[in-house]
């Protein structure tokens, strides 16, 4: 297991992937085919579903499929975790935000969060953005973890955990090129001027990236590299990099 910090988060939160009944749920998911063979025979897209989950108001049962243009909401001590167009999300407990339609019915454009944790992972498509109150993230193809705190005036945590992102909060912009967890602040005020600010790496691991990219085929910058950099929150493998934290520097 890797090194991660928690901050405000619980250890079960993010150990979901080692239950048997996740792993069990994968597995089947792989094995049937993934997205592609749920899409054509008309079957649900959730992966698993723990404790009670919302979509547009209505209580979500297993059986269902979440659709762009949805709202989702996750009640305490529940976790959701779908596919949708090749794409993989983890939505935490008091989650709430809503999937917005791309080109067509199984493209996301914008994942528009209002509060809560999504962790997820992008295959390359085109632009695609996630939306918070205090920030903006330009998708390409990565993978990310989202976090909206109500209790600090909604300000963002962000973590380009691998890939390219174009960041933006308040006039302050950032472009983000990852190997190894890449983090952000959006801020309601500025801080020391600024409303997009470096962070460390916190409330998510390693493997359960891992895991949302095997759901879609795909394999985190560090499985392809064959090996892992400092997780301070730096986005490099290099423990002493070149370069400053994007958000160190105005743009």
Not at 86 to 97: I, Y
Request: proline share 4%; glycine share 10%; with cysteine.
């Amino acid at each position: 297991m890797t090194r991660h910090v928690l901050q405000g988060r619980t250890e079960d939160e993010v150990l979901w992937f080692r239950r048997r009944a996740f792993l069990q749920a994968a597995a089947a998911w792989t094995a049937m085919g993934g997205w592609a063979a749920a899409e054509a025979q008309q079957r649900s897209n959730i992966v698993e579903l723990r404790g009670d989950a919302r979509v547009n108001g209505q209580r979500l049962v297993p059986q269902q499929t979440v659709q762009s243009g949805d709202s989702i909401e996750t009640g305490p001590g529940s976790h959701l975790i779908f596919v949708v167009g090749g794409s993989s999300f983890l939505v935490r407990q008091n989650s709430r935000f809503t999937v917005e339609r791309g080109a067509s019915l199984n493209a996301v454009a914008v994942l528009r969060m209002i509060t809560g944790a999504v962790a997820s992972v992008w295959t390359k498509g085109s632009a695609r953005q996630i939306v918070t109150p205090t920030l903006t993230a330009g998708i390409r193809g990565t993978g990310v973890y989202t976090e909206v705190r109500p209790e600090q005036n909604l300000r963002t945590y962000f973590c380009n955990c691998w890939g390219v992102v174009d960041m933006r909060a308040g006039p302050d912009r950032a472009l983000s090129e990852a190997s190894y967890h890449q983090s952000f602040w959006g801020e309601p005020e500025p801080k020391n001027g600024r409303f997009l600010t470096p962070a460390g790496a916190i409330n998510h691991t390693d493997e359960e990236m891992e895991y949302l990219a095997r759901l879609v085929n795909q394999r985190t910058a560090w499985q392809l590299a064959g090996a892992k950099g400092v997780k301070d929150g730096m986005g490099y493998m290099d423990p002493q990099p070149g370069s400053a934290h994007p958000a160190a520097t105005r743009r």
